[in-house]
Structures are given as C-alpha cells and as structure tokens.
C-alpha cells in the first residue's frame, strides 16, 4: 500500500510539477479567481480512467482464473512450504495476485503521461515528452522499481516472480491506457461534466483567523518585533526588521 501510495500521490504529483510551462501557455487569457481547481476536462478524465481501470481489475480478479488457466482453490494460501526443502514456494493463487498487482501499478505509471496534457483535443500526449528529466527519471525509476518488488520482493511484498511474456501482457494493458485517453476526448464532450465541481466556498472570516496561513503569517510577525530573524547569516542576507525588506 505504501509503494501505491508513493506512486499514485507523491511520484505523481512531483512528476506533473516539474513539467516545464509550453510555449502556447501565453496565449491563453489569464484564469479567474473564481475558476475551479479541477476542470471539467480534468473530471471527465478522471472518470473515464476509474471505469477503466475498474473494469479491468475487476475482469482480472473475478475471471483471472479462467482467463490465465489457473485451477487452485480460493483457499489456497499464498506460499506453500516444500515438502522434501522446507522453502516456501509461491503458489499460482500468488502469481494470479501479481499480475492484478503489477497491471495495477503499469496503468498507473502511464496513465501519468495521459495527465501531461490538460486540453479538452489534445491527443499527443508525447508533445515534450523529454523536456522534463525528472519526469522521464520518476516514470522509469517507478517501472524498474515495480520489476524489482515482482520479481524478487518474495515473502516481504507476497508476490511471485512473472515471466517476460507476463511481464508484457501487464505492460499491454496498462498501456490501453493511451487508447482510452483518446477515446474519451474524441467522444466524450467536456461539456457534459460542468455540474461536477469541488466545494468553492469562501472561508468566513473566523475560519480565515485560524488557517495555517495566518498562523504562519502571525508567527513570522511576531519573529520580526523580537529581531530573530534580523541577524546577518551565512548567506550575507540580513532582514532589515523595521521595514520587512530583504537586503543583501
């Protein structure tokens, strides 16, 4: 759960972060602040990525077994132990477990370049595509990383060594997920997803007195009428206290 956590919430997000501003950013007129955060596009395509990725987890765990030729039954632990070594040996109910995991996993890593691109038409979404190094080092790393956990996390993770061509099926369909993003901005207008929006009300001015912000703003107030910060450090910058300028 970690390491989905890791890849899904921080890796993500650090990665979409790092991409560097194109050129049309300029042409677009300034956003409002009464915008929303999160756009219909943006909804649609969250939507259109949860059916499918639902819909394949879903296929992969109720009708796996019929579908990759595994006969154990559904009591069947994860590790066995060998009779004549004592090892622990994983079962196919395990490897079954490991390829949900790892498909799981490679939807995720590519459905990070679907979110490169925000625009309602926009189809390449490799327009760029190495601008951004720490883009390119996330997404590889997250993918290397998942081989290693697969094939020799053992016991630890409770996965099962795949072999190359699982592997590629695994990489198959997480990579469906370019095909899905075209499909859904070629057929689904973003107009149909305008009622959903976030909250956006205003905080009260009681709830304003007691954000973080204000805290933050308070303290560092209070910091400069006691000359904490009015002393010259190593870096040669000194904080003139009496008129909140930074001066070198």
Same mark, same amino acid.
């Given at each position: 759960?970690?390491?989905?956590?890791?890849?899904?919430?921080?890796?993500?997000?650090?990665?979409?972060?790092?991409?560097?501003?194109?050129?049309?950013?300029?042409?677009?007129?300034?956003?409002?602040?009464?915008?929303?955060?999160?756009?219909?596009?943006?909804?649609?395509?969250?939507?259109?990525? &949860?059916?499918?990725?639902?819909?394949?987890?879903?296929?992969?765990?109720?009708?796996?077994?019929?579908? =990759?030729?595994?006969?154990?039954?559904?009591?069947?632990?994860?590790?066995?132990?060998?009779?004549?070594?004592?090892?622990?040996?994983?079962?196919?109910?395990?490897?079954?477990?490991?390829?949900?995991? !790892?498909?799981?996993?490679?939807?995720?890593?590519?459905?990070?370049?679907?979110?490169?691109?925000?625009?309602?038409?926009?189809?390449?979404?490799?327009?760029? =595509?190495?601008?951004?190094?720490?883009?390119?080092?996330?997404? =590889?790393?997250?993918?290397?990383?998942?081989?290693?956990?697969?094939?020799?996390?053992?016991?630890?993770?409770?996965?099962?060594?795949?072999?190359?061509?699982?592997?590629?099926?695994?990489?198959?369909?997480?990579?469906?997920?370019?095909?899905?993003?075209?499909?859904?901005?070629?057929v689904l207008?973003?107009?149909? =997803?305008?009622?959903?929006?976030?909250?956006?009300?205003?905080?009260?001015?009681?709830?304003?007195?007691?954000?973080?912000?204000? &805290?933050?703003?308070?303290?560092?107030?209070?910091?400069?009428?006691?000359?904490?910060?009015?002393?010259t450090g190593?870096?040669?910058?000194?904080?003139?206290?009496?008129? !909140?300028?930074?001066?070198?």
């Amino acid at each position: 759960m970690l390491w989905v956590n890791l890849i899904q919430d921080t890796f993500g997000a650090l990665a979409l972060a790092t991409e560097p501003p194109a050129e049309d950013t300029l042409d677009h007129p300034p956003n409002k602040r009464t915008e929303r955060i999160v756009t219909p596009v943006m909804w649609r395509n969250i939507i259109g990525q &949860s059916l499918f990725q639902i819909t394949v987890l879903c296929v992969m765990l109720f009708a796996g077994k019929s579908l =990759f030729h595994y006969t154990y039954d559904n009591d069947l632990p994860f590790f066995v132990t060998d009779p004549l070594t004592g090892v622990l040996l994983p079962t196919e109910k395990n490897e079954h477990y490991t390829l949900i995991f !790892n498909t799981f996993v490679l939807m995720q890593v590519f459905n990070e370049i679907n979110a490169r691109k925000l625009g309602a038409k926009e189809f390449n979404i490799f327009h760029g =595509f190495f601008n951004n190094f720490m883009f390119l080092f996330i997404i =590889f790393g997250t993918i290397i990383v998942q081989y290693v956990l697969v094939q020799y996390g053992g016991i630890p993770v409770r996965t099962s060594p795949l072999t190359p061509r699982q592997h590629l099926l695994c990489a198959a369909i997480g990579m469906f997920s370019f095909v899905q993003g075209a499909l859904v901005k070629a057929v689904l207008p973003a107009e149909w =997803f305008n009622w959903l929006h976030l909250s956006d009300e205003e905080m009260t001015e009681e709830q304003a007195k007691k954000s973080i912000v204000t &805290s933050f703003r308070k303290s560092y107030r209070e910091s400069l009428k006691s000359g904490g910060l009015g002393k010259t450090g190593g870096s040669g910058l000194k904080i003139n206290s009496s008129s !909140n300028k930074l001066k070198k």
